[in-house]
């Protein structure tokens, strides 16, 4: 796999995502944004890196954004539930996430 340099404004996007920026345990897998948001390009930009996947929401007209490595190893209780299984089980962004 080739190694990817984000941003610090990304890895707060990563955070975000997992719900880390709210406490220290990820409960969640997902960022809700739409056209305009400020965290908009970054997002698209890590869609394009292979580092997060887009579709639209259900509910609203906003688009959900999804980590794609969020895994066991990341949430520690399995599958989460919120987007399409982890493509890869033995990629964890636990660590990176908590710096």
Same mark, same amino acid.
Request: proline share 6%; aromatic share 10%; charged share 20%.
């Given at each position: 796999?080739?190694? &990817?340099? =984000?941003?610090?404004?990304?890895?707060?996007?990563?955070?975000?995502?997992?719900?880390?920026?709210?406490?220290?345990?990820?409960?969640?897998? !997902?960022?809700? &944004?739409?056209?305009?948001?400020?965290?908009?390009? &970054?997002?698209?930009?890590? =869609?394009?890196?292979?580092?997060? =996947?887009?579709?639209?929401?259900?509910?609203?007209?906003?688009?959900?954004?999804?980590?794609? !490595?969020?895994?066991?190893? =990341?949430?520690?209780?399995? !599958?989460?539930?919120?987007?399409?299984?982890?493509?890869? &089980?033995?990629?964890?962004?636990?660590?990176?996430?908590?710096?």
């Amino acid at each position: 796999m080739k190694e &990817a340099r =984000v941003t610090i404004e990304q890895m707060d996007i990563f955070r975000h995502t997992a719900g880390l920026d709210r406490g220290n345990t990820p409960y969640r897998n !997902y960022f809700c &944004a739409e056209e305009g948001h400020d965290s908009w390009d &970054a997002l698209l930009e890590l =869609v394009k890196m292979g580092l997060m =996947v887009k579709r639209p929401s259900p509910t609203s007209p906003s688009s959900l954004f999804h980590l794609t !490595y969020f895994n066991n190893r =990341v949430n520690h209780q399995g !599958y989460c539930g919120r987007c399409c299984p982890c493509p890869s &089980a033995d990629i964890c962004l636990w660590g990176r996430l908590q710096r």
